[in-house]
DNA sequence: ACCGATGTCGATAACGTTCTACATGCGCGT
DNA sequence: ACGCGCATGTAGAACGTTATCGACATCGGT
């Protein structure tokens, strides 16, 4: 279809008047070879502009120099991410491809498996799964997770310290002198999801607040379900004088949510988040957050993976990084 | 290094007591197979996980089934664009993949053509490549440029009405009663960018408006940059009471620049963005901006490639979307 | 019974690369 | 002269897959 194809090995060889054996020794910096053909060789690759085969190289060394992440979406938490990762990527040799499920979770249950079987081990050396439904892959390449599937897993992963920000958040809520403190919760499935909850009910038992279980509600980390979920809660006549959401998109969606029943927030309600996505740091009003190291989890998971695939021994193959609060202006005194 | 490594088609083949060449047509569903060794061959895929090679396959077919997008950035345009393109690519039979810079643009001079050129007919069958430095490739699989580069090109390209929206911006901020209004533009390289600045002149221009020239001032497209030169321009003394930015992140930090300095937004200074940003839409305040469908523009460069691949014919192989104003509240009328 | 058509299946040659093993030529020491 | 090592180069087999083509059996029709 198109009409020149690129330029072979063989090709250059030809063109060169040598074998393809002394062309694979030269792009490949493979001693044996005379200085005065390497400089003919390199002349006919310069001309004819090529390059070669990652797919043939590949097929060949077992080894494609491309380590894959996976994630289900481009949203902030995951762009931040990748931000770390192509960061620490750099200079390592390898190239970084991201997979994106493209939203849609549910049309595509079980894509990570899928992709990780048929990618692994053939298309990428190495793979870092984002917030995966995942638990297990007896694939080939090594595999870490971002933020884990709950269970207990093999799979080496990076996380942060979901529980203590978590109650360090609520804890800032009930010192401002709030009682009925309501809670989003992030996708069941994973852990960093139960932690965050595990440390919103410490900080209560804490202080000695029971839990109103009503209170308590899914919003699966997404903007949409959160929107729905604010809105009951909020529109309950003994709503909560205060909402801590899992991640700061479920407090961005319950601050319009808020705003759209006529709360002002954060005089009639607060609002802390988890995550401190830079993008929504300048929110109307600033959001008190929690603040998870997103781009160093990158960074660390992509390290990881590359000591794997490279076969370097780690003493740690799981990473809990550490969690802060960051107070803005979404939470007020309860007067 | 790894234990076992995939089981191959000659495994599989091995273990049904077929040819491979058998197991290659149950897997491709060829016809010519018996339905009991149809079984047979899918019960032993089933039993040992085996997967097709993915390198081994593009070697044989030319044909990676891969369409690659190359961002300069995961910066929130880019971001909205994949998930465009990500729509689009869903039921066609291609997979998506990113390729990042990873930011640091200055270092990665050149990352687009060598990207091509080594990926090109290799790792993937067609690209999307987004705000390019490259104006021209001669690498054998198709090529979209989105938000093209300036100069003549015969890149298949997808943009929008640039200068238009500029123009209504401008005009807006000059029906508001603002005479003194500045412009941040983009990245000189682009089209997108001289179109905007280009419509901004027009419409001062039929304002009967001369435009003082030290109120244009580049941004680059990128924060950073975007924080320089709006500090430079509020800080003299005979500042401007408008400014348009030539995109939404320029204009956010203008916005943060203008707080730092005491200048309240609106009422101190007007400020019109580019591209409508869903995240920075609920910003503070809300950003009067123009709208670009950005995920349309994700969502045509993919059918584009996707056609281009297949070798489907086209009319039109550059497409421009339209358009327009979106007034929020960082804009007022000059008393 | 015989012939052709049809339906199944396998041997084999690619695809573009790299690596192993071997061939060649040359200089040098004995 | 002869053998030896070294430097340079090449033939050929892999890697895992698929398309082509031919082999063989079966079956229906005459």
Known sequence: MHP?????????????????????????????????TFARVMAVIEQTGYSASLVAQSLRNHRTGVIGVLVTDIEPFSAELLKGAAGAIRGSGFELVVYSAGGRPE??????????????????DGAVVVTPTVVEVNYGSPVVAVDPHTGTSSLPSVDSDNATGAA??????LDLGHRRIAMLTGRPDLQSSRQREQGYRAALADADQAVDESMVLSGGYDCEHAVAAAKELLSRPDRPTALFAA????????????????????SALSVVGFDNIPELALLDPPLTTVEQPIRQMGREAMLMVIDLVNGVERERTHITLPTRLVVRASTRRLD
């Open 4 to 36: 020149s194809s690129r330029p072979t090995i063989r090709d250059v060889a030809a063109a060169a008047g040598v074998s393809t054996a002394t062309v694979s020794k030269v792009i490949n910096h493979r001693h044996g070879v005379a200085p005065a």
């Open 247 to 266: 991640n700061d998109v479920m407090a961005q969606a319950a601050i319009r949510v808020a705003g759209e029943l006529g709360l002002d927030v954060p």
């Open 168 to 173: 360090l958040a609520t804890r800032h809520l």
């Open 107 to 124: 049309e595509n249950a079980g894509w990570e498996r899928r992709y990780l079987s048929r990618l692994s081990g053939t298309l990428i």
